[in-house]
């Protein structure tokens, strides 16, 4: 119902920065949110930020200050600009969607889909 295809990413230097981008497509009729997260193997999945319809954001205090989210509405696409990158940043970051989509004739589905992931790798 929604296809997330993610780009960006991939290896940096401590201190540098990378972008990540994230397009929705599909039978969508809104996206009430978009975001990602990152993990680490034996690591829990964590949340990194958030943005929704109305561009209010939330950031995982590990983050905050250091990336920043935005989104195009109309073209169903979140970015997420990483700066000042540290080691522990290193993960696979996943773009996900909380997306309201057409079913059928008077039936719609609210859930949220998933991107495959794509890594991001800090260098000290």
């Known amino acids: 119902q929604v296809q997330l295809v993610e780009s960006g990413g991939g290896m940096v230097q401590t201190g540098g920065s990378l972008s990540l981008s994230c397009a929705a497509s599909?039978?969508?009729?809104?996206?009430?949110?978009m975001g990602w997260y990152r993990q680490t193997p034996g690591k829990q999945r964590e949340l990194v930020g958030s943005i929704n319809i109305r561009g209010s954001t939330n950031y995982a205090d590990s983050v905050k200050g250091r990336f920043t989210l935005s989104r195009d509405n109309a073209k169903n696409i979140v970015s997420l600009q990483m700066d000042s990158l540290k080691p522990e940043d290193t993960a696979v970051y996943s773009c996900?969607?909380?997306?309201?989509?057409?079913?059928?004739?008077?039936?719609?589905?609210?859930?949220?889909?998933w991107g495959q992931g794509t890594q991001v790798t800090v260098s000290s």
């Open positions: 996900y969607a909380e997306s309201v989509t057409y079913v059928s004739q008077y039936q719609y589905y609210t859930g949220d889909f």
């Open positions: 599909g039978t969508i009729v809104s996206i009430l949110k």
